[in-house]
């Protein structure tokens, strides 16, 4: 179980480079993380924590075909909340940032610079914790 203090982000990203480079960042910026190249491990890890994520991050290609979006609404349905969540992608095609857009998150392009990665962080939390009125 992680400090009840540290918010827990579930990164989903199946690039061994990609997640260990995001891995380090939201450490170092005080994130307690569960990282998987799955949302079943995904489940499984959160179970094991027994907390509820206060963030979603994944990658929009995932193994088996299945795509971030499916992810990230598996694990809201889940936890029956709505997380706060968005995507990364190294493709950038017209088609990927429609979807993405009509599914209603946002999308940030691989390789993902750590400042605008942190700002994207912090935005949603902060909309978060308006929208509870915190």
Do not use: C, N
């Amino acid at each position: 179980m992680h400090a009840p203090d540290r918010k827990l982000v579930v990164l989903i990203e199946d690039d061994p480079l990609v997640l260990e480079g995001m891995d380090g960042l939201f450490r170092s910026w005080g994130y307690h993380l569960l990282v998987t190249g799955t949302d079943d491990k995904a489940l499984a890890g959160i179970a094991d924590d027994d907390s509820r994520p206060d963030l979603i991050v994944s990658d929009y290609h995932l193994p088996g075909g299945k795509t971030g979006i499916e992810v990230i609404e598996r694990l809201r349905r889940a936890f029956s909340a709505k997380i706060p969540a968005f995507l990364v992608s190294g493709d950038t095609s017209p088609e990927l940032l429609r979807q993405a857009r009509a599914s209603g998150y946002h999308l940030l392009h691989k390789p993902v610079a750590p400042m605008a990665l942190r700002a994207m962080v912090a935005h949603l939390l902060r909309e978060q914790q308006i929208e509870r009125g915190h």
